[in-house]
């Protein structure tokens, strides 16, 4: 059974000097309740907190945890670096390497300038977009979220969900009306802004899977119909690989789905867990950027040499034979066998994964594929769920809008746990 004294302690002091106790929301609890675990050190697929609660781990860095924690390449990595220096602000040959590796992986981003967050990398990706094509507006979808910049955090999925209003204030509606709202997986809805604002679109931006509404894949042919659509109108496509690059598959999920975008943000798996980021795509578009363009963007941390080292052995390391195949397969079982026992004990949930990502949608049977459909799930089905799965040492994303995620360091011994405690926990939900 978790204790959470000390937790209590120390998220009372928190709350006396960060805004809810926390520097990034979704860590605070908001949508389940409760007090977040404050976390002492983590090995593996495991987490120890402050109060000496052990946990097995699928919220991972967010997904950037992709090889499992302090994984020996990426320290090794790291303490060499930060011996030759922390920060320069000026070039390093590291930096090419890493985007070489990028560019090998990624054969799209021809270009590709790094940067320390997902929110930047997106944020520039607009920007460059507009300037690239002199049009004003840039297509989402409802639930995608990509950062908070504020012209992208209309109709956002994600902690912003649990905002009076679904989102932010602050926003000025000059700062939102070039921004239009489409359903993921729908078309329809897509050639309808088309044929209200056609020529004035500069982009689509989307997670090809969406990882912000647990975790959605996309239908068969909405992708590459979305390729198409950008093509006939003249427009680019901007894939959202933050979540889903080198998550999914080595060379993210267009080399999945076989999908060439014009522009690609990553970010978190690419780090090692550290805070790295980057915008790449054609160089026609790219050069766009200053210093050779008129579009400006500038980060005194960006390519950051001790990120890069541990970017540069992740990468490395993610090239291994049959990685991704074993990081599929494992995600596969457990998402599979967490269905087979929710059957037996009648508990409606309906499961569904990519690559080393997954989502657990409670109160429902049938595929989501959209966010309306993945906000109606029943919420507190999954609080109950959730709690009783982190007092079993289980500790999964506190929220029915993100996705899970299993590493490299996630074997047989903790999946066979983890199901353990589903098996446990499943029949105290029908009461």
């Not at 000496?52 to 997904?63: E, F, K, L, P």
């Not at 982009?203 to 390729?227: H, K, Q, Y």
């Not at 790449?280 to 790219?286: A, T």
């Not at 269905?339 to 109160?363: D, K, Y």
Request: hydrophobic share 40%; aromatic share 8%; proline share 5%.
């Amino acid at each position: 059974m978790r204790t959470d004294n000390y937790a209590r302690q120390q998220y009372n002091r928190a709350c006396q000097v960060m805004p809810g106790g926390v520097n990034s929301p979704v860590r605070a609890f908001q949508s389940v309740g409760g007090i977040p675990p404050f976390i002492q050190c983590a090995e593996g697929a495991y987490l120890l907190d402050s109060d000496g609660n052990r946990y097995i781990d699928y919220v991972g860095s967010w997904g950037a945890g992709i090889l499992g924690h302090a994984a020996e390449e990426v320290v090794t990595a790291i303490t060499a670096a930060a011996k030759k220096g922390v920060s320069f602000g000026a070039p390093t040959e590291h930096e090419t390497e890493f985007a070489e590796l990028l560019r090998t992986a990624l054969p799209s981003l021809q270009c590709v300038r790094l940067m320390s967050s997902g929110s930047e990398a997106t944020m520039t990706a607009v920007r460059l977009v507009r300037g690239y094509t002199h049009r004003p507006y840039i297509i989402k979808f409802a639930g995608g979220y990509h950062g908070h910049s504020d012209s992208l955090l209309a109709d956002a999925g994600s902690g912003v969900a649990q905002l009076a209003g679904s989102t932010s204030s602050g926003l000025l509606n000059e700062t939102q009306q070039y921004t239009l709202t489409a359903k993921y997986n729908d078309l329809n809805s897509v050639d309808a802004l088309y044929h209200t604002h056609g020529d004035q679109i500069a982009a689509i931006i989307v997670e090809p899977i969406a990882g912000n509404m647990s975790c959605v894949p996309p239908l068969p042919d909405f992708l590459p119909s979305l390729r198409k659509r950008c093509d006939q109108h003249g427009s680019l496509l901007i894939f959202d690989e933050v979540m889903t690059g080198f998550r999914v598959d080595y060379g993210g999920a267009q080399t999945l789905y076989d999908i060439t975008p014009d522009l690609t943000t990553l970010g978190k798996a690419i780090g090692g867990g550290l805070p790295l980021a980057a915008l790449g795509g054609r160089r026609d578009i790219m050069t766009h950027l200053a210093p050779l363009g008129q579009v400006y963007q500038a980060g005194t941390l960006s390519g950051n040499p001790l990120a890069v080292a541990a970017g540069i052995a992740s990468l490395k390391s993610l090239a291994s034979d049959g990685f991704y195949q074993r990081l599929t397969k494992n995600t596969q079982h457990l998402v599979n066998e967490i269905s087979h026992i929710a059957r037996t004990e009648n508990i409606p949930v309906h499961c569904q994964s990519v690559g080393g990502m997954f989502g657990l949608f409670f109160g429902v049977s049938e595929p989501i594929t959209n966010y309306s459909q993945a906000c109606a799930t029943d919420k507190t089905l999954f609080t109950t769920f959730f709690h009783a799965m982190l007092n079993e040492g289980i500790y999964f994303a506190p929220s029915p809008l993100e996705a899970g995620f299993l590493s490299r360091a996630h074997s047989a011994k903790e999946i066979d746990a983890t199901l353990a405690a589903v098996c446990k926990i499943f029949p105290t939900l029908r009461r």
